[in-house]
Each structure stands twice: as structure tokens, then as C-alpha cells.
């Protein structure tokens, strides 16, 4: 049985080679993009509100909501990097139930794409609120004999974030594949029910660690000034 469809290469010249994670990957982003058109193509502010454009509302305040509480903060400078990391694990997890096709995220090198963007937002973000120097200071935060727990730590979650969603979805796929093999009827279809409720869990799942990993890149900075303006009171 196939475990992932990085081997499956479709188009090659050179180095270079298309296989079908790339496609499926690439299939997830024109969706995503049609969708959004439909979304947008005839905004309203009034009462009545088209289904895309209602539904597509619904999903952004609920992502605020949930930025909001986890950051404690205004959510709009990561509300585009975050909604669109959820909503692009979620529907390559919907693939789930399509006959023939093999989600991307159960490719151990597209969620490991993905853990490499959370692992650079990360930084990012930190510095456009805090700065360089605020950013590193929490490297040595409380002590510099932090500095290599922080950067163990920092690669082991990116680490953690990719191999947790591949696993999950490369799972279920397996297992419902097998079950459709041996027994084509009820049971398959139970199975790919329940993998399509997992890989909404893990999109939310994924979504909610970088937000929290980004929560606490930004206020580290905050809160290592705060304990360095504290002893330089208590020292004067």
C-alpha cells in the first residue's frame, strides 16, 4: 500500500520533479483561491449576506475569537497567516473522503513545510512587536544558561507540529484503505467519517499551537524587560 504519494512523480526534468503531494498541494491552494473568489466576488455589508461570503465571515470572527483570548491581544496582524495555515490543513484534510486522493498532510514533507513556516513566523512576529534585542533576550531568559533549553526547544516543537499531523492523517488513510480493501461496506465508510473528524481536530489542533507559539515569542520579550526593569529598580 501506498504510504505517501512523494514517490509518485508525474513530471521530472533534471533535479526537478513534480509528484503528486505537489499536485494535491497545489489542487488545495486553487480551491482555496475559487472559494475565496466566491466569497468575495459580490460583497455586502448588508443584511443579506451571500452563503460563501456569510460562511467565510464566520470562520474570520471565529478565528479572531480564538486569536484574541489565546495572544490576549488585537488579532489582525495574525489573523491572515493563521486563518489561512487552518483553513489550508483543514480542507487537505476533507480529502480525506475523496476516492482516489491522498490528503497532502499526509505527506511528512508538506506538514513538515508547514512546521518550517510556523518555526519562522515565530521570530517574526516577535521582532515586529519587540524588536531584535527583545526578540533574543529571551533566549537568556532567566539565566544564559537557558540559551541552548530555548533553542532545543524551539526545534523540537516544529519537529513535534510536523511528525503529530503527519501521523494523524497518514493513519487514518491507511487504516480506512485497508478496511475498504478487506471489507467494502458500512465500516469503510465509519472510518472515513471518523478520519475526516481527526483532521478537522488536528487542523484546529496545528492552528491553535502556533498561535500559542507565537504568543509566547511575543510577550518573552515583554516579559524578560519587565523582570530587567524590576532588578534595576530593586538595585537602585
Known sequence: MEVSPDSTVIWSWGFAHINLTLLYTWGVMALLTFFAWLATRKLSIGPVLSRWQNFFESVI?????HIRDIIGMEPQRYLPFLATLFLFISLSNLLIVVPGVHPPTGSLSTTAALALC??????AYSIAERGVRGYLKHYVHPSPLMLPFHVIGELTRTLTLAVRLFGSIMSEFMIAAALLAIIPFLLPVVMKLFGLLIGQIQAYIFAVLATIYIASAVTAGEQARDHTSGKEASNG
Open 61 to 65: 470572527v471565529l478565528a479572531q475569537r
Open 118 to 123: 510556523v518555526f519562522f513566523a515565530v521570530p
